[in-house]
């Protein structure tokens, strides 16, 4: 897989903005066919690229996903990144703000850094003050248990988060929705809007000349078998284009096909096929 310039939908709500990504689509299960209509049944390995996820969707995930169980220490989520003094340089700092259930529920601030483990491919925000937003009683409490995240917000296992002393511990491919992604990051940098991740690895694809090649907005199949509705397409050569080149191209994987028909597909001498499609938000837009 080739992805240029893509708006890429995983849901609704959780989305994250492409640049490049290269990678390989393998079926999880017996059958050697990549089925673009089950994520459930394919996982995306990144092999290189770039791409950028903005601050509320971490935000989204956070309290829609990674904390949202019966019994969860931690709801209304907020995040900030801002620039802070550190030392005489300039740094990042993340400003998490909630509510966290410590005896009671009480109204949060945790300032700290939010950094990139590149050896375990995890990222790790640590802790370095928290203070109460305007509750008497909060200092007293927090005085009590000490700074210390893994006390205050115990998380269960199989959530992609885990907490080591002062230490939020961020396994990022497993708080995203399906189709499961891997990977490995090998840079990490912050904006006050978001993430932007680097993708690397010693494996390298030849992909042939493009089919259409004046286009920078575009998603590209090669080679192995896909699955898409009633078409199975062997040895795969397609190429998604954007109709528009105009902004990104808004692909939403899960519901491809709404797109798909609004648009129009062409077969080229050497059997490749080229399916122009619209943007997502141009056909669902009221």
């Known amino acids: ?92 700092k993340l400003r998490l703000t909630g509510d966290m259930k410590l005896v009671v529920w009480l109204s949060f601030e945790m300032v700290g850094k939010m950094y990139l483990d590149r050896e375990k491919t995890l990222m790790v925000i640590e802790a370095e003050r928290i203070k109460s937003l305007g509750n008497p009683y909060t200092k007293a409490l927090l005085d009590t248990v000490g700074l210390n995240m893994e006390k205050l917000l115990p998380v269960p296992s199989g959530r992609g988060i885990t907490m080591q002393g002062n230490k939020i511990i961020v396994e990022p491919f497993k708080i995203f929705p399906p189709p499961q992604i891997g990977g490995f990051i090998s840079d990490m940098r912050i904006h006050n809007d978001g993430l932007q991740l680097f993708f690397s690895s010693k494996k390298k694809i030849a992909f042939p000349p493009l089919p259409v090649r004046d286009v920078k907005n575009y998603l590209y199949l090669y080679q192995g078998d896909v699955k898409f509705g009633k078409l199975t397409m062997v040895d795969a050569r397609l190429q998604m284009v954007d109709l528009s080149q105009k902004n990104d191209f808004d692909f939403y994987l899960k519901k491809y096909q709404i797109p798909l028909a609004a648009g129009y597909s062409k077969i080229m001498p050497d059997g490749s096929v080229v399916a122009h499609i619209p943007d997502y938000r141009d056909v669902t837009r009221k």
């Open 1 to 92: 897989m080739k992805l240029s310039n893509l708006h890429f939908r995983l849901t609704d709500e959780i989305h994250m903005e492409v640049k490049e990504l290269i990678g390989e689509a393998i079926p999880k299960g017996k059958t050697p066919i990549v089925n673009f209509d089950d994520v459930n049944s394919f996982r995306i390995d990144i092999l290189s690229g770039e791409a950028f996820v903005k601050t509320e969707i971490m935000e989204y995930i956070f309290n829609n996903m990674v904390f949202n169980y019966d019994g969860s220490p931690l709801k209304n989520m907020q995040m900030q990144f801002f620039d802070d003094e550190e030392d005489g340089k300039k740094v990042k």
